[in-house]
């Protein structure tokens, strides 16, 4: 297996402007939790999915933040527009059966 | 509600050296613990479970019992390498199919040759 996929791996882009992460999850796997990990805060998770289904997104942190997982092998996280304190690492993971979880290699974003 | 309290770091150890780094958890009922391992520009990855009181997880030499008086899960190495030079996570899971996992801040390990 691939594991998690994420695309892309790094994205620079300036203030204002959309981006979106994208996610691969495991084939199989029920559940996708989108985190972001900066120096100052850690490990923060964003919103997660059950069955493509949000269950919880009260870790977004403001509405230019939204995601989206329109089948079971693709999901979105979309910042729009975007800012420079919004700079961080955003990893992707799915989780099956056993809980445990497999995390992307993360897309790191710089917003000048 | 849950939660997860990990011993502060950084943590810097000679080669060779014994690590321990605590972990304590907050949780209804018996959750699932675990340690994930974070090795620089990469996500997070497994690096050992256990499922119930006094069950010991263990991989690449590091090891960690569930003990649930005491509500830790800490983890131990007795001889470090250059190459175990990470952040380490502990983390907790409800027994629920769905749901998310608890994880702590993250204990940041450099070892020196």
């Known amino acids: 297996d691939a594991g998690v996929i994420q695309s892309p791996r790094h994205e620079v882009t300036e203030m204002g402007q959309e981006v979106t992460l994208r996610c691969k999850p495991i084939?199989?796997?029920?559940?996708l939790f989108w985190y972001r990990q900066t120096m100052m805060r850690g490990l923060e998770l964003l919103i997660y999915?059950?069955?493509?289904?949000?269950?919880?997104d009260s870790g977004m942190p403001e509405d230019r933040f939204s995601a989206k997982m329109p089948n079971a092998s693709f999901s979105t996280l979309k910042i729009q527009p975007s800012e420079p304190r919004d700079s961080a690492v955003y990893f992707c993971?799915?989780?099956?059966?056993?809980?445990?979880?497999?995390f992307g290699a993360g897309t790191r974003l710089s917003v000048l | 509600g849950n939660s997860v309290t990990q011993m502060e770091g950084p943590v810097t150890l000679s080669e060779e050296a014994f690590l321990t780094i605590n972990c304590t958890y907050t949780?209804?009922?018996?959750?699932?613990l675990f340690w994930y391992v974070q090795y620089p520009g990469e996500g997070l990855q497994l690096l050992l479970k256990?499922?119930?009181?006094?069950d010991k997880g263990s991989n690449k030499g590091f090891e960690a019992t569930y003990r649930k008086e005491t509500t830790s899960f800490h983890l131990e190495k007795g001889s470090v390498q250059v190459s175990d030079s990470a952040v380490y996570f502990c983390?907790?899971?409800?027994?629920?199919?769905?749901?998310?996992?608890?994880f702590g801040d993250g204990t940041t390990l450099t070892v020196k040759p």
């Open positions: 993971a799915s989780q099956g059966q056993g809980y445990i979880q497999y």
């Open positions: 999915f059950n069955n493509n289904v949000p269950i919880d």
């Open positions: 084939s199989g796997h029920n559940s």
């Open positions: 256990a499922t119930k009181a006094d």
């Open positions: 983390a907790l899971k409800r027994r629920t199919n769905a749901g998310k996992s608890t």
């Open positions: 949780a209804t009922g018996y959750p699932s």
